[in-house]
């Protein structure tokens, strides 16, 4: 049994850019959610996806932005980034919904200069 | 609105000692909830869940919790702590909606020998 795997692991990019990243889901989930955390917090909800659809969303701009394919993989856009935007993005899979809890990937660590 | 607080920002203990990370939440009804520990650079990785029924819930890693209704606590607890125990520990709640968890900031456990 795969668990949640994300691409990239690091990265850099400048204020103003945009950004996509990856997550391929644990085998047999069909939900996946993004969690934004700054260095030193807890992660904060972006959004989920279930069967291709966005269920949820939290307090984040228009400019966070993500799609859920049928493989159940998932992509996170961020459009015009800001310095803040600078965490550690974490996909999470699961199964109908956050019941059973979360499998996480290991993250993408994402810098805005 | 359904909020965890993890009071204690940073716990050090002795290699083999007890641990007891204390939790709080707010909500409305009877919560999921949940303790998930992240080391560093890495995702978060479940150890316990609360759904229902007993209200100790026992964890992997030998890690146990309890629900207590009357004070709306979820404590995490440990009776001889190992090295490999030093991470950080976060408590969550499910939301009403079923769509997203709710994490705490998190509790750094530092380990000594």
């Known amino acids: 049994e795969t668990g949640v795997t994300q691409s990239p692991t690091h990265l850099i990019k400048t204020r103003g850019q945009q950004v996509t990243l990856r997550c391929s889901s644990q085998?047999?989930?069909?939900?996946v959610s993004w969690y934004q955390q700054a260095l030193g917090q807890g992660p904060q909800f972006i959004f989920q996806y279930y069967r291709e659809e966005e269920n949820g969303r939290g307090n984040f701009p228009p400019r966070f932005s993500g799609l859920q394919f049928p493989n159940y993989s998932s992509e996170l856009n961020v459009n015009a980034l800001e310095l803040d935007d600078s965490a550690l993005y974490l996909c999470?899979?699961?199964?109908?919904?956050?019941?059973?809890?979360?499998?996480f990937g290991s993250g993408t660590r994402l810098t805005v200069v | 609105a359904q909020s965890v607080t993890q009071p204690d920002i940073h716990i050090t203990v002795s290699e083999g000692a007890s641990l007891e990370l204390r939790c709080n939440y707010s909500y409305g009804a009877t919560p999921y909830l949940f303790w998930y520990v992240q080391s560093p650079g890495q995702g978060l990785q479940l150890l316990l869940k609360y759904f229902s029924g007993d209200t100790l819930v026992q964890g992997i890693k030998g890690f146990e919790a309890e629900f207590k209704r009357s004070q709306s606590s979820f404590n995490l607890r440990k009776p001889s702590v190992h090295w490999s125990d030093a991470a950080e520990y976060f408590c969550?709640?499910?939301?009403?909606?079923?769509?997203?968890?709710?994490f705490g900031a998190g509790t750094r456990l530092f380990v000594k020998a």
């Open positions: 999470a899979s699961s199964f109908s919904g956050t019941a059973y809890g979360y499998t």
């Open positions: 969550a709640v499910e939301n009403t909606g079923g769509f997203k968890t709710i």
């Open positions: 085998s047999g989930h069909n939900t």
